[in-house]
């Protein structure tokens, strides 16, 4: 009687096993939500610090053009206008994304309406290969193909958004690719059936139904795409010519916020200026990807909603 | 199960006293010891050689040396997290770092040319003309006598130590225009090659076949003109130590100083020996002779 008792009492080697593996993962999660913390807290305190220490206008930060932390610009103040960088960034995430989702929905709708053996058995493990190349090769590739066929045939010195355009659109394809043909295939089969059953054609079907039915995920992944275009520094940067510059045209030197930061970083000595500047920079950017993730999921829920309905 | 449970502890017990012994116990003469020297990339290639050679004099000492920029550099043995910094600039010349504080070595001395694509039919600039391009006041190559080419320039990333060097030594301190930024000397040359009409900067030991090198005021960029100052766009390298370092680091610095290291590495990794050196320049590039 009393030893049942006992057993009953005490803890099983399973629950205790079961305790042990809840306080392993959840402090595996702490420790990610820390460093998230950290990250987000040292980023801005030092980005912070160019408005408040150094007492930088947020504003002529933001809409300045001329960029020399370390030397005053022409209104007397440092010169830390950020504009050519952000609009550099900004240009090059938008032209890419333009350019580079009618071929990842083609592709994807082959892959997965058209040709889904095929699709399944080529173009997505060639596609996901190149996710897997460096960015330092699309670079060289950019710098030794690209720049000199953008030179030849739009003119220019070759460096520009246009070649940084190029760049990242191969760049940023196979991940639109991917995650759009994702989202078609989660469209449900029935969908498909009652579009042909109603003597819709497959174009019909694919047009009308299909990509209807998978907007917010293709949205979520062209976002994707634009958030990896957004941070990628060292493929633009050997292309784009880091002039920081407002660009007047697609082929004149520009510079994007992450290539200024990858060049100038080394440079600078922390607490000063020059530094405090490009953690302002840095700060840009981490909240432009809270940005893109929160529009993710804001797509991600209304999408939802949608298909509930 | 409770006797093996009890020859696993032992065992651990066992594992636990064997290393602790080990550690007390373990032969400290120079094992495992090591400086490490963080800074200017334009430096490494020479400090990296010169540790490497003195880690294979010197049983169990190590050199770590790592890139990261001058400012890196600087700013890291301000900090004192590091035994050396390499610097292509005098801690003076660096907003934010405190040269008192620092103790200056300087290892050697590396020219800057100015390079230009083959196209642009260019072989001697004056020193005015030179201002006057990158300035942005010319634009064209016909203007100083090439052909009818745009010019590009190429500069280095701001804050580089070359392009300090560069804008104080041969634009005479004016600042360059905004133009295009690279921030490896390797990058400059390359792009310099491949465009027309480019034109950039690098150390003498970048210099080859694929770009021009260009004369200034008619002086050719060699290191006999270097040495008398005839040519006047060079600086120093530094190794920026503490103010009192430790016998290791001093040992190292006397080391890449001594004639050894001077009369051969140093020539042979493109650098100018700062034996050789005819004149010294100070901080604030006031120029004396050498006897």
Not at chain 1, 25 to 34: D, G, T
Not at chain 1, 41 to 65: C, D, E, K, M, P
Not at chain 1, 81 to 99: D, K, N, Q, R
Not at chain 1, 262 to 285: E, F, K, R
Request: charged share 15%; aromatic share 8%.
């Amino acid at each position: 009687m009393d030893k049942i008792r006992a057993s009953l009492l005490k803890k099983s080697v399973a629950s205790k096993i079961e305790r042990r593996g809840k306080i392993i993962s959840l402090s595996c999660l702490a420790l990610i939500i820390l460093v998230v913390f950290l990250i987000f807290y040292f980023v801005a305190s030092r980005g912070l610090a160019t408005f408040f220490q150094n007492h930088i206008n947020l504003w002529s930060f933001l809409s300045g053009i001329q960029w020399n932390p370390g030397t005053l610009g022409t209104n007397g103040q440092p010169a830390v206008g950020a504009l050519p960088m952000i609009v550099g960034s900004f240009l090059i995430t938008i032209c890419s994304a333009l350019l580079a989702t009618p071929f990842a929905i083609g592709t994807a709708v082959f892959m997965t309406e058209i040709s889904p053996r095929r699709g399944a058995r080529i173009l997505r493990p060639v596609t996901e290969l190149l996710v897997g190349i460096p960015s330092v090769v699309y670079g060289f590739i950019g710098l030794q193909v690209v720049v000199p066929f953008v030179r030849n045939t739009f003119g220019g010195s070759g460096y520009g958004i246009l070649s940084g355009t190029f760049v990242l659109f191969v760049m940023i394809l196979p991940t639109v690719t991917s995650m759009s043909a994702d989202a078609l295939n989660a469209v449900p089969r029935y969908y498909r059936e009652a579009s042909l059953a109603l003597g819709a054609t497959r174009w019909q079907t694919i047009y009308k139904v299909v990509l209807r039915a998978a907007i917010p995920g293709m949205l979520t992944a062209v976002v994707f795409g634009m958030a990896r275009a957004f941070g990628e520094a060292l493929a633009v940067q050997m292309v784009i010519g880091n002039a920081t510059l407002l660009p007047h045209n697609l082929v004149s030197p520009a510079s994007t916020l992450t290539s200024i930061l990858t060049m100038g970083i080394g440079n600078t000595v922390m607490g000063s200026l020059q530094n405090n500047a490009l953690w302002s920079l840095a700060m840009i950017l981490l909240l432009m990807s809270l940005f893109f993730n929160l529009v993710i999921r804001y797509i991600g829920r209304k999408g939802k909603l949608n298909n509930e309905r | 199960m409770k006797k093996s449970r009890v020859i696993q502890l032992l065992g651990l017990i066992l594992i636990g006293v064997a290393l602790g012994f080990g550690y007390t116990h373990r032969s400290q003469t120079n094992a495992g010891e090591s400086i490490t020297a963080v800074g200017s990339t334009a430096l490494q290639p020479l400090v990296e050689a010169a540790g490497e050679q003195y880690s294979a004099n010197h049983t169990g000492i190590f050199i770590n040396v790592q890139g990261g920029g001058s400012g890196t550099g600087l700013s890291q043995i301000q900090s004192g997290a590091v035994a050396i910094g390499n610097s292509d600039i005098f801690a003076e010349e660096q907003a934010g770092i405190q040269a008192s504080k620092l103790k200056d070595h300087r290892v050697a001395v590396v020219g800057i040319a100015p390079i230009v694509n083959a196209k642009a039919g260019v072989t001697n600039l004056t020193q005015q003309q030179l201002i006057k391009i990158f300035t942005g006041k010319i634009t064209n190559w016909r203007e100083v006598g090439g052909k009818n080419v745009p010019i590009v320039l190429i500069n280095r990333a701001q804050g580089s130590g070359t392009r300090k060097t560069f804008e104080s030594y041969a634009l005479n301190g004016h600042k360059s225009a905004e133009s295009q930024e690279q921030d490896s000397s390797g990058l400059a040359r390359s792009i310099v090659s491949s465009t027309p009409g480019a034109i950039s900067y690098v150390a003498f030991s970048y210099l080859d076949k694929s770009v021009t090198t260009v004369t200034m005021n008619g002086v050719r960029p060699t290191e006999a003109n270097v040495r008398n100052n005839r040519w006047k766009i060079w600086s120093y390298e530094h190794l920026y130590t503490s103010k009192n370092p430790n016998q290791l680091t001093k040992n190292f610095i006397n080391y890449v100083l001594s004639t050894a290291v001077q009369k051969k590495l140093v020539t042979q990794l493109g650098y100018i020996s700062v034996h050789a050196m005819q004149v010294e320049r100070s901080a604030t590039g006031k120029i004396t002779t050498v006897k």
